[in-house]
């Protein structure tokens, strides 16, 4: 019979503590995480201050693994050998003291969330409410050639900065530009360089717009196509969309997180027939943690306004 997740615990920390020696303390925290609340990690510690960095590992998905037939004694080398693997990546200079504002103020970036979902997240943090999801915001710790690792900026970081969250958000947008360019590429583009890829992306709303001037249609996102979704923010980006697909209405599909789906209102798709085809998408396609919204957003160049298109084609 499988152990219980309390019993896989400590059967995989004495696992761990065997593996690692008596040089590092390998412990579980509880952390938030977007979407999810509270989830328990496993924290593997060096002692000796040679290595800093740690993967974050996760209880519930380790327990899965064994709870489909995944020995403890293979997780655990897993994850040692995760672990060694850190840190060999090329990254920027390392992060100065994110308590002093000018130390880190170029690395403040920000990023959109669910807000229903993340309600108690977001009584910890700065962010502004827009529309059914949040801004929020994020210091980058490293970047890699494909990729970023930052940390949330609290409440109390704000505070010991001494700036309100309109300057937070100016000093992110601004870094946002620089550090992460917005990407816009045909839908028929992208879907022909993600042939042969195993990943989630826009490319799983491919069947359901089969036939469908998917020229017309463009993938929104950053260059590291990272929390790309709120590419979709800066004014330009949309009104730049309205010139190339020649229209003055646009659809934006929340893909995930990390990416919007745009095309003209003109292009044939009924808002029902889209709510249902994104509500699909983030069923079957979409984690959990990368989910945003079952929502279709609108835009107006003539207003310059986003906004909630419900499935009548009313605005909301």
């Not at 009924?270 to 069923?283: A, C, I, Y």
Request: proline share 3%; aromatic share 8%.
């Amino acid at each position: 019979m499988a152990m219980s997740y309390r019993e896989f615990r400590e059967e995989l920390l004495d696992q761990l503590r065997s593996i690692f020696g008596e040089n590092y303390e390998i412990s579980t925290q509880t952390v938030q995480k977007v979407n999810l609340g509270n989830v328990e990690t496993f924290r593997i510690f060096d002692k000796t201050g040679e290595k800093q960095q740690s993967p974050v590992f996760y209880g519930r998905k380790l327990y899965e693994a064994y709870r489909r037939g995944t020995s403890l004694e293979v997780l655990a080398q897993d994850m040692k050998e995760k672990y060694e693997m850190t840190g060999n990546e090329i990254t920027v200079d390392l992060i100065g003291d994110v308590n002093v504002l000018e130390e880190i103020k170029e690395r403040l970036i920000f990023t959109v969330i669910n807000r229903e979902k993340n309600r108690e997240l977001l009584k910890e943090i700065p962010h502004r409410d827009f529309l059914d999801f949040a801004v929020i915001y994020r210091i980058v710790v490293k970047e890699s050639w494909d990729g970023v690792s930052s940390m949330r900026v609290s409440n109390g970081l704000l505070e010991r900065w001494g700036i309100t969250e309109e300057k937070l958000f100016e000093i992110a947008r601004k870094n946002m530009r620089r550090r992460m360019p917005v990407m816009k590429t045909s839908f028929a583009d992208m879907m022909q360089s993600l042939m042969g890829k195993d990943m989630i992306s826009p490319g799983d709303i491919s069947e359901e717009c089969e036939g469908r001037q998917m020229q017309r249609m463009y993938v929104v996102t950053n260059r590291k196509k990272v929390n790309g979704f709120g590419s979709v923010l800066f004014p330009d980006v949309l009104e730049e969309m309205c010139r190339i697909l020649q229209c003055d209405r646009l659809y934006i599909l929340p893909s995930s997180i990390h990416e919007a789906i745009v095309m003209p209102q003109d292009l044939g798709m009924s808002p029902e027939e889209l709510q249902g085809m994104v509500k699909n998408v983030n069923k079957d396609c979409v984690t959990e943690e990368e989910y945003l919204s079952d929502s279709v957003y609108g835009y107006s160049l003539e207003t310059k306004e986003i906004y909630i298109v419900s499935a009548s084609g009313k605005e909301e």
